[in-house]
C-alpha cells in the first residue's frame, strides 16, 4: 500500500484509515456527516495526492488529445481546464479526466487515482499513431506530484493570504502557475469535486509538507478541517458528479451516462468511439443514468434494484446515501426508457420493501 507526502498528518489527526486505489488514505477525521457540512458552509481540505498526473508535450500533443478524448479540446484557452472522458473504443469509458491546457504544446491530464496504470496503458498505446514518445511526450508524473483541495465557500479567501497572485477572483476551471506559501510554484486550479467551490492545487512532493502546514494556518480562523474520502463521496453525490466504477465504467457510453454535454461531434475530431456514440445520441439509448430523491425513508445503495409502480424491474442504483444537508435517501442509477422525466415515482428496493422515490435533476440536497 502506497502513502501520500500527507500520510503522517492524517495519522497525527487520528484520521480513520483505509486501502483505497492501493494508497493509504484518509476515510473520516471527526465524521462524515460533520466534515460534510464543514465543506458546505466554510472549508475543508482533502489530501487527493493519489490522483493521476500525465504530461502531453508537443506539436502533435493537441490531435493526440482530440483522439483520444469525448470533449473538444480545441476551444480550450491556455489556463483552461476541461471535464472529458477516455472512450474506450467498443462503445465504453475508459476513464473520466480533467484536460488541462498550459500552451498549445503543454497538456496535463488529470485521471482517476484507481485507473492510472489502465489509462497509462491506454495512452501508451494510442501515442505511436502521433509520434509521442512514451517518457518524453507522453510522461507519467503521477509519483512526483502532490496534490490538496481546499474546497467549499471560504476557500479562496483563506488561500488568497499565501500568495501575491490574484485567486480570489479567478473563474471557475481556470488555473495559474503561481508562487505560493513560499512555494517558488504551484498549479493552483479552481476545481473541484463537491460542487462547494474552492480549489486544487498541484506542488512537487518535496514541497508537501509546507503546502499542508500553510494551508491549515490560513484557514485557521475561518474554520478550517481535514477532510476524508466519505465526505467527499457524499458531497460529490449531493452534486450529482459521476464517480467512475459506480456510474459509468467500461460498459456504459457518455451517452448513457448523461455525459453528451462532454462529447462533441465537431468536424474534424474523429475520435475514438465517435461512430457509436453518435448513434446514441442520434437515435437514442435504452437505459440513462438518472437522479433520484426517496419519498419514503430509506437510504439507497449500489446495487439495489429500480422498480416501477407494478413492481417490474426498470434498473439498479448505482450510488446512493443520506444526504448530509437535506437528511434525505438521494442517489443515481440507470433506468429504462420511459421513467427519464423529472418527477416520475419509481421504487427502490431496500431489503425487503420496495420504497418510493422520485426522479430529479442534480444537485439532489436542493430538489423539491
Known amino acids: 500500500m502506497k502513502n501520500t507526502p500527507f500520510t503522517k498528518f492524517h495519522i497525527e489527526l487520528g484520521a480513520k484509515m483505509a486501502s483505497f486505489a492501493g494508497y493509504n488514505m484518509p476515510i473520516e477525521y471527526s465524521g462524515?456527516?460533520?466534515?460534510?457540512?464543514?465543506?458546505?458552509?466554510?472549508?475543508?481540505?482533502?489530501?487527493?495526492?493519489?490522483?493521476?498526473?500525465?504530461?502531453?508535450?508537443?506539436?502533435?500533443?493537441?490531435?493526440?488529445?482530440?483522439?483520444?478524448?469525448?470533449?473538444?479540446?480545441?476551444?480550450?484557452f491556455d489556463g483552461k481546464v476541461q471535464y472529458?472522458?477516455?472512450?474506450?473504443?467498443?462503445?465504453?469509458?475508459?476513464?473520466?479526466?480533467?484536460?488541462?491546457?498550459?500552451?498549445?504544446?503543454?497538456?496535463?491530464?488529470?485521471?482517476?487515482?484507481?485507473?492510472?496504470?489502465?489509462?497509462?496503458?491506454?495512452?501508451?498505446?494510442?501515442?505511436?499513431?502521433?509520434?509521442?514518445?512514451?517518457?518524453k511526450e507522453l510522461y507519467n508524473a503521477s509519483d512526483e506530484i502532490a496534490q490538496l483541495a481546499i474546497q467549499g465557500p471560504l476557500a479562496l479567501k483563506a488561500m488568497q493570504k499565501l500568495t501575491s497572485a490574484s485567486v480570489e477572483d479567478m473563474e471557475y476551471y481556470t488555473f495559474k502557475k503561481i508562487p505560493f506559501a513560499g512555494i517558488k510554484e504551484v498549479i493552483f486550479a479552481t476545481t473541484g469535486y463537491?460542487?462547494?467551490?474552492?480549489?486544487?492545487?498541484?506542488?512537487?512532493?518535496e514541497d508537501a509538507d509546507k503546502l499542508w502546514k500553510a494551508v491549515f494556518e490560513a484557514g485557521k480562523e475561518l474554520g478550517i478541517k481535514p477532510i476524508g474520502l466519505g465526505a467527499r463521496d457524499t458531497l460529490r453525490l449531493e452534486m450529482g458528479f459521476c464517480l467512475y466504477g459506480n456510474d459509468m465504467d467500461d460498459s456504459v457510453s457518455s451517452i448513457e451516462a448523461g455525459l453528451g454535454w462532454i462529447t462533441k461531434f465537431v468536424d474534424g475530431k474523429n475520435f475514438i468511439n465517435r461512430d457509436i456514440w453518435e448513434k446514441h445520441k442520434k437515435e437514442g439509448t435504452e437505459k440513462m443514468l438518472k437522479g433520484f430523491i426517496m419519498i419514503?425513508?430509506?437510504?439507497?445503495?449500489?446495487?439495489?434494484?429500480?422498480?416501477?409502480?407494478?413492481g417490474a424491474e426498470i434498473g439498479e442504483v448505482t450510488s446512493?446515501?443520506?444526504?448530509?444537508?437535506?437528511?434525505?435517501?438521494?442517489?443515481?442509477?440507470?433506468?429504462k426508457k420511459g421513467f427519464w422525466k423529472e418527477g416520475t415515482e419509481i421504487y427502490i428496493g431496500i431489503r425487503d420493501k420496495k420504497l418510493k422515490a422520485k426522479v430529479v435533476k442534480p444537485p439532489f440536497h436542493l430538489a423539491k
Open 32 to 76: 462524515i456527516n460533520d466534515e460534510h457540512i464543514t465543506v458546505r458552509e466554510k472549508l475543508g481540505v482533502f489530501d487527493v495526492s493519489h490522483m493521476g498526473e500525465i504530461w502531453v508535450k508537443g506539436p502533435k500533443a493537441l490531435d493526440f488529445i482530440q483522439y483520444v478524448t469525448s470533449n473538444d479540446a480545441s476551444v480550450l
Open 84 to 135: 472529458s472522458c477516455f472512450p474506450n473504443g467498443k462503445g465504453g469509458i475508459v476513464d473520466d479526466l480533467l484536460v488541462y491546457k498550459v500552451d498549445n504544446l503543454t497538456y496535463l491530464l488529470v485521471v482517476n487515482a484507481s485507473n492510472i496504470e489502465k489509462d497509462w496503458n491506454w495512452l501508451c498505446s494510442h501515442a505511436p499513431k502521433f509520434g509521442l514518445t512514451v517518457g
Open 194 to 205: 463537491t460542487g462547494a467551490g474552492g480549489c486544487e492545487i498541484y506542488c512537487a512532493n
Open 296 to 310: 419514503d425513508r430509506g437510504i439507497p445503495r449500489q446495487h439495489y434494484k429500480i422498480y416501477d409502480a407494478q
Open 320 to 335: 446512493g446515501t443520506m444526504s448530509p444537508m437535506s437528511k434525505v435517501g438521494i442517489g443515481m442509477g440507470y433506468l
